[in-house]
């Protein structure tokens, strides 16, 4: 499978490359536009961070076409190997069959629905990105959707990899693993959650303390 973080955090994507097995980082215009760095500056910086062997996703602007292919050409010339973000809209199926020409790699985000979604993969997008969270927040099933996408994919897009994204809790992104999804972003607090359960620190310092006693010294 793949892990990715959802940030433009570089300090963290540095701590944090240290310890999870990364394929990568995924932004979206919200994340960058958080950060107040420009993407010429950040994204360089996110990819000296993660190391080589990463991929980084970052999104196009514009609701017509040829901006959003625009856009495209600009990351590329920034990041050679990006995977541009492009929303499942009308324009954005029309860019993403225009990018697939060029052999530039798509991510059809904004996806709110499977057959949204498998539309972008008939289209040439590589990957597909379900708003699991925002689909919940809505009164969806978001983890049922990713099944759905899944299963479409399998049978009618196969070259295209669900990249699930929009997560609030790690039971939601477990969950979206259990369903087999193969590729997920997590954004940093869920990705640090999983590893900071209180119970884990509670069990090592008691293990810390029993030793302690018992020899007078930490190590072995
Ligand atoms: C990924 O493609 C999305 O930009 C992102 O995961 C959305 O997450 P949010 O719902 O937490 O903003």
Not at 29 to 50: C, F, M, Q, R
Not at 135 to 154: E, F, N, P, Y
Request: proline share 5%; hydrophobic share 50%; charged share 20%.
């Amino acid at each position: 499978m793949e892990l990715y973080l959802d940030t433009s955090d570089v300090t963290a994507v540095k701590r944090l490359a240290r310890i999870f097995p990364l394929a990568g980082v995924t932004t979206n215009p919200s994340i960058i536009a958080s950060g107040k760095i420009p993407v010429d500056v950040v994204l360089p910086e996110l990819k000296e961070a993660l190391g080589g062997n990463s991929r980084l996703f970052a999104q196009v602007m514009g609701s017509h076409a040829e901006q959003m292919v625009a856009d495209a050409r600009k990351l590329r010339a920034i990041i050679s190997d990006i995977v541009v973000k492009i929303p499942v809209t009308a324009e954005g199926l029309a860019a993403i069959k225009i990018l697939k020409k060029e052999g530039i790699p798509t991510l059809g985000t904004a996806v709110y629905g499977a057959s949204q979604g498998l539309l972008s993969a008939l289209a040439g997008a590589e990957y597909v990105a379900p708003y699991v969270n925002r689909i919940d927040a809505q009164g969806g099933d978001g983890i049922q959707t990713v099944k759905d996408l899944q299963q479409l994919l399998k049978l009618h897009a196969p070259a295209a990899k669900v990249l699930a994204a929009s997560f609030k809790t790690p039971r939601q992104a477990l969950d979206c693993l259990l369903a087999g999804c193969e590729s997920i972003t997590l954004p940093l607090d869920v990705a640090e959650q999983i590893i900071t359960t209180p119970a884990v620190a509670a069990a090592v310092a008691k293990f810390e303390k029993d030793w302690l006693a018992a020899f007078g010294v930490q190590g072995l």
